[in-house]
T-cell receptor, first 108, second 115 residues
Framework: KQEVTQIPAALSVPEGENLVLNCSFT??????LQWFRQDPGKGLTSLLL?????REQTSGRLNASLDKSSGRSTLYIAASQPGDSATYLC???????FGTGTRLQVFP | ETGVTQTPRHLVMGMTNKKSLKCEQH?????MYWYKQSAKKPLELMFV???????ENNSVPSRFSPECPNSSHLFLHLHTLQPEDSALYLC??????????????FGQGTRLTVV
């Protein structure tokens, strides 16, 4: 069974810290990996998509890397802000299999 | 606005009712998905459609019946639901091709409460 695990499950940090969220998957034959954020009671917002031929993607303060050989992806958030508070989810294609999520709280 | 629209946003239904959830995308995607998100549980993939053909049914009870009349619309028909079916139901779409999916986009979800 394909599984995706995210560590840590929850994280609470003061504003300004640099953060690393981890995603590990059991299927090394994945195609692409995508990171999302979800605000409470809302849908998912796409953050970054890393295609299988790529090793990383960057958008603003976010950087995501993909290491298929070790079955890992990391999401790096620089200079965290209270507005970054949300649940962060990773998913790999095909079929968009999701991880359990990391609930992030950034306090002022 | 992600380009994926779900209606209604909220739904309360009795266990004997029949209702339908609707999802619509005009992104030119060929794949559409239904997910269930219960409190404190990971997202559960329910159904996947590719070019109107169902490619995935993740052991979903028959009281949930999907319908995909075309590549832009996806429905989830509900009947004789149970209280434990109360959850946020999310629709997503992407473009599937041999090298993997393009970026997937989600709707805002339908918050379903079964009473």
């Amino acid at each position: 069974k394909q599984e995706v695990t995210q560590i840590p499950a929850a994280l609470s940090v003061p504003e300004g810290e640099n953060l690393v969220l981890n995603c590990s998957f059991t299927d090394s034959a994945i195609y692409n990996l995508q990171w999302f954020r979800q605000d409470p009671g809302k849908g998912l917002t796409s953050l970054l998509l890393i295609q299988s031929s790529q090793r990383e993607q960057t958008s603003g303060r976010l950087n995501a890397s993909l290491d298929k050989s070790s079955g890992r992806s990391t999401l790096y958030i620089a200079a965290s802000q209270p507005g970054d508070s949300a649940t962060y989810l990773c998913a790999y294609t095909d079929k968009l299999i999701f991880g359990t999520g990391t609930r992030l709280q950034v306090f002022p | 606005e992600t380009g994926v629209t779900q209606t209604p946003r909220h739904l309360v239904m009795g266990m004997t009712n029949k209702k339908s959830l609707k999802c619509e995308q005009h992104l030119g995607h060929n794949a559409m998905y239904w997910y269930k998100q219960s409190a404190k549980k990971p997202l559960e993939l329910m159904f996947v459609y590719n070019f109107k053909e169902q490619t995935e049914n993740n052991s979903v009870p028959s009281r949930f019946s999907p319908e995909c009349p075309n590549s832009s619309h996806l429905f989830l028909h509900l009947h004789t639901l149970q209280p434990e079916d109360s959850a946020l139901y999310l629709c997503a779409s992407s473009h599937q091709h041999r090298q993997g999916d393009t970026e997937a986009f989600f709707g805002q979800g339908t918050r379903l409460t079964v009473v």
